[in-house]
């Protein structure tokens, strides 16, 4: 297993710390048989003062790594971020190197650490640490040596819609999601696994001999950060393991029916265990570099983790995360809800097995951050997507234009999988601010059609909007989703929502807080709100546009074709 580490400037910088303050050896917390305990409340090391108490947190998202060391009142004290690489062999493909995956984590930490020794801290007062991953990506990998074998295939990969295709003309399909949460599409990881082992002979080799792990993100970083094939530790938690298609919702163990249904022989295969998102033992504990020995108590979804974040505890509470893509989160209790109107039904998060899971209703779009992304890499907008803003602020409105982002067809609530990106209304009067401000109005109008769904299957109408992520820092954007939907729109003055949520998880394990109302006051200091300030008739009047240019942009993929390239 590799472990890129280098320690030689962080020994050092050890060495000095330990000189200055008394040094907590971590191996005194081992068993009897080897295990780690957890310190109890009252061995607290740093005592009952939240703020010289520290909680790491790995948070591994679609484009990049970060790792951040919160104290326990949720104010970041050092942090750091890597960007990996994207892999884009074919149309439609998106990959990335799982070693990439892990190194970039093991960068983050490292560069981290000398950050937060450098104010004075020691490594011994990180008491835990929490996992946050992008979701649906899908990786293998051989049991006996723990190498990769393929890339991992990311979430918005849309290779498989021809498989799609043929699993929804089999027995039972329309049974899924009411075991599941989760229509029949590109997104879930098990269509991938399915395709990996059907065009892949080194997949269907090691499947047919037994030593095929299978895993999402965080699984993959858990089983490398706990040491590789030596140990063997392979597990996942309830809201990733609902990302799969695997998962019983109710049970919240895998379902023979699902796995018979995808042909998946778990004689076969090595499924990761499924655990709460907060567990103060099953996630085992750090294995080499400045943080070993250190336990890692909490594990989520990026999006159950930003959910989190915005301690959204209650149901009919909801956030929406602006990154690559976008998705809104909505509280719906203990129950699950399927949806009658588009959306998924997932696993919010259960913070302890003593607690029961809370469910949530999803709406994803495919295309938010990455659409910014596209006018700079592509078009030639501006050097820096920050600057989208700028260029938006050139022009007071889109001057008529609609972009239908459908780079990957469109996720919820349409699954219009046909689909492709369009931009209507371009005149000779068209400029680049008008296509910039389409290009964010676009996740915005996708966000109302969400949020309409939600009132719809919940019967509840949301007083407001909690949000965070990249597009979220534009006050441009922001303004227009408040406009747009017509409900006052959150944004926390601290952006490192997804971050913060693994890190109160992983607070919950330890009992660093042991009710919600604990957390009322977290990251609620500065927020900035943004108000309707268009009327509710021009809001529909864009509205009513937007929904005749997402018609329109139906059928641009032949199926016929697209199964001959295929």
Known sequence: MRNPFDMSDLDALVDEQEQEQPYIDIHAYQTHDGNRSLLQPNESRRGDNLKDRFIGAIDTGTTSSRFIIFDCTGVPVAKYQNEFRQIHEHSGWHEQDPFDLVDSVYTCIEEAMKSFMALGHSPSEIEAIGITSQRETTLVWDWETGEPLHNAIAWPDTRTKGLVRELKAQPGADDLKNICGFPLSTYPSSVTLVWMLRNLPEVKKAYDEGRLAFGTVDTWLLYNLNGGPEVGHLVTDVTNASRTMFMNLKTLDYDENLLDFFGIDRKKIRLPKILPSSDPDGYGWVRGGPLDGVPITSCLGDQSAALVGHCAFTPGSAKNTYGTGCFLL???????????????????????????????????????GSGVSFLMNNMGFFRDSRKVSEVAATVPDSGGCVFVTAFSGLFAPYWIDDAKGTIFGITQHTQRGHIARATMEAACFQTKAILDAMEMDSGHALSELAVDGGMSNSDICMQTQADIIQIPVERPAMHETTALGAAIAAGFAINVWKEFSELKNMNRANRTTFQPHISAARSKKMYNKWSKAVEMSRGWTDPNEESEEE
Request: zero cysteines; a positive charge.
């Open 330 to 368: 909505y509280n719906v209790g203990e129950e699950p809800v399927v949806s009658k109107h588009g959306l998924l039904s997932t696993v919010g998060f259960q913070l302890g097995k003593h607690r029961k899971a809370v469910y949530a209703l999803e709406g994803s779009v495919a295309v938010a």
